[in-house]
């Protein structure tokens, strides 16, 4: 019996890809204001590259920044990937049906969740100004533990948190390894979120996949069914 419907955030519940783009304005506004028309195009086409959707050391990321623009009077590195931490959150993008899809789910009697990877602070911050807390009852953010997803571990802190399975969980996720090879490895179901810098990467057979996140609630139908 699933009791417990537990999520990635960012390329799940939220938008991430457009949440980065708020957060490049607030970012070329305070650092490069200077910086205008296809120049300044040029250069935040660059920030999306080489960001990697988000799977970067960003110290190092920014110092390639610097680097690449000759940035001259750039601040150190570490000033910069600490104003990507503690500023992303103020930018969230979450999906439309993010928020119905958990009032639903609360309202079916379903336990929710977020397991989500990234520095203690982004991610709380990030899920604090995202308006989804009140319909979730678990956070479970990789920083605070030490562990990182895909290790089962993480997944397994999750459930014993909210005091069910492993089995009893479905996980959704956009990241066919941190995600879904993760959360089987762990014991959950999965569905895939098939969405932002991972977009047809790594689709299995044996798990459901998803465009809108909606969507949830028609292959949780389908998989009470199947029990």
């Known amino acids: 019996m699933i009791k417990a419907v537990l999520f990635d955030f960012d390329e799940t519940l939220q938008d ?3 949440a980065f783009e708020h957060y490049m304005d607030a970012f070329f506004a305070l ?3 200077e910086a205008h028309g296809a120049e300044a195009e040029k250069s935040r086409e660059e920030m999306r590259v080489t960001g990697n959707g988000g799977y970067v050391d960003r110290v190092k990321w920014f110092q390639g920044l610097i680097d690449l623009w000759h940035w001259q009077d750039a601040p150190p590195a570490e000033e910069l990937a600490h104003h990507y931490d503690y500023e ?4 969230n993008v979450v999906f439309p049906h993010s928020l119905p899809l958990l009032k639903t789910l609360k309202q079916r009697g379903y336990i929710t969740g977020v397991i989500t990877n990234g520095p203690a602070y982004l991610q709380n911050h990030k899920m604090e100004k995202s308006g989804l807390m009140p319909y979730i009852d678990m956070l479970v953010v990789s920083g605070d533990y030490g562990i990182h997803k895909p290790d089962p571990a993480l997944f397994c802190i999750a459930a014993e948190k909210i005091g069910v399975s492993p089995a009893e969980c479905v996980y959704v996720g956009d990241h066919p390894v941190n995600d879904i090879q993760g959360a089987l490895g762990a014991g959950m179901q999965a569905i895939r979120m098939n969405f932002g810098w ?3 990467q790594g689709l299995r057979d044996d798990v ?3 465009d809108d996140i909606i969507d949830v609630l ?3 139908d389908k998989m009470e069914d199947a029990e």
Do not use: A, D, Q, S
């Open 88 to 91: 992303f959150g103020n930018h």
């Open 16 to 18: 991430r890809t457009e």
């Open 198 to 200: 991972f977009y047809n």
């Open 208 to 210: 459901p996949t998803i």
């Open 218 to 220: 028609t292959v949780l």
């Open 31 to 33: 650092y490069l204001p």
